[in-house]
């Protein structure tokens, strides 16, 4: 792959993860009711609806931002990862929407494994192979 396909291909895992949290962030500020549901009982009942909307989409505006930036981006898939798990695990009465959830979390797992600072993949260092760049704990003999 040369580097301008690399860079492509990078720019749209990126941007399909930041837009997915883009757009439920700005949606949810728009028209609050349908997403009021998507949350479980014991979230609504610590604190208030406009609180819980605000403090969800502020941090998936800073995610999908952060994505989108390219710049250091294994923490933020973590954590859209963590939040697609928490969706999945929370709300999986709900097939209709965990189905999507599902290629989110997936995609947000690659881009935190293939950003891993211990690992450089061939997308984010242009190298054909995953290489190892610290020294491994040895272990102990007992």
Do not use: Q
């Amino acid at each position: 792959m040369n580097p301008r396909e690399t860079r492509i291909v990078w720019f749209l895992l990126r941007f399909g993860v930041a837009f997915t949290f883009l757009f439920a962030a700005i949606s949810a500020f728009v028209n609050p009711s349908p997403w009021l549901s998507y949350f479980p009982s014991f979230l609504r009942t610590m604190m208030s609806d406009a609180t819980l909307l605000y403090m969800w989409g502020g941090a998936e505006i800073v995610i999908g931002v952060w994505i989108l930036s390219g710049k250091k981006i294994f923490i933020p898939s973590i954590m859209a990862a963590g939040l697609m798990l928490g969706i999945f695990i929370f709300d999986f009465g709900s097939i209709k929407v965990i189905f999507r959830n599902v290629c989110i979390l997936s995609t947000s797992i690659a881009l935190a494994i293939i950003t891993n600072p211990h690992y450089r993949f061939h997308f984010v260092h242009e190298k054909h192979e995953a290489t190892e760049v610290h020294t491994p704990i040895k272990e102990i003999d007992s």
